[in-house]
T-cell receptor
């Protein structure tokens, strides 16, 4: 299975602090994505990092990818209460056409005001 | 318009009922997906439609029957479900354009309870 495994499973921090979530996977990939899910509703795409990239930024988000260790991390800086959500890494099942995503187990992030 | 809509938001049905979930997108995406998500678990792929044709069926029981009547609509017909089928059902779509094909856009989901 290509399923990503995230850690920690749950993370509670104070507003303003940084939050780091990690994801590991098992097979070679073309890219890895991160999604956010609020309160068991739809998922929102956050960022995609390709296998030839090591780091990518988007606003307060920073994603790293280490293909030698088959791992990725998502850093949220200066966290806000609105960042409270579940965060999933996801891998496309294959490289061509329309493919489903395989999601990691997710990290539930709680930002304490 | 980058929205995927799903109806109904909530559905309660008995094991002998027949119901349908509906998903709609107007982004011109030609790939559409159904995922199932149990509580505190990640979404799991059920079906993939490419250009209105079923391309992937992840060994889903026949009591779930997908249908793609046109490029904007995706249905999931439910019949004789079991209580363990209670879950959040998520629809998603994506483009076949090279620059955007990896990103999937999700609807808010239908929360299904089978009694």
């Amino acid at each position: 299975s290509q399923q990503g495994e995230e850690d920690p499973q749950a993370l509670s921090i104070q507003e303003g602090e940084n939050a780091t979530m990690n994801c590991s996977y098992k097979t070679s990939i073309n890219n890895l994505q991160w999604y956010r899910q609020n309160s068991g509703r739809g998922l929102v795409h956050l960022i995609l990092i390709r296998s030839n990239e090591r780091e990518k930024h988007s606003g307060r988000l920073r994603v790293t990818l280490d293909t030698s260790k088959k791992s990725s991390s998502l850093l949220i800086t200066a966290s806000r209460a609105a960042d409270t959500a579940s965060y999933f890494c996801a891998i496309l099942n294959s490289g061509g056409g329309a493919d489903g995503l395989t999601f990691g187990k997710g990290t539930h992030l709680i930002i304490q005001p | 318009d980058t929205e995927v809509t799903q109806t109904p938001k909530h559905l309660v049905m008995g094991m002998t009922n027949k119901k349908s979930l509906k998903c709609e997108q107007h982004m011109g995406h030609r790939a559409m997906y159904w995922y199932k998500q149990k509580a505190k678990k990640p979404p799991e792929l059920m079906f993939v439609y490419s250009y209105e044709k079923l391309s992937i069926n992840e060994s889903v029981p026949s009591r779930f029957s997908p249908e793609c009547p046109n490029s904007s609509l995706l249905n999931l017909h439910l019949h004789a479900l079991q209580p363990e089928d209670s879950a959040l059902y998520l629809c998603a779509s994506s483009s076949f354009q090279t620059s955007g094909k990896e990103t999937q856009y999700f609807g808010p989901g239908t929360r299904l309870l089978v009694l």
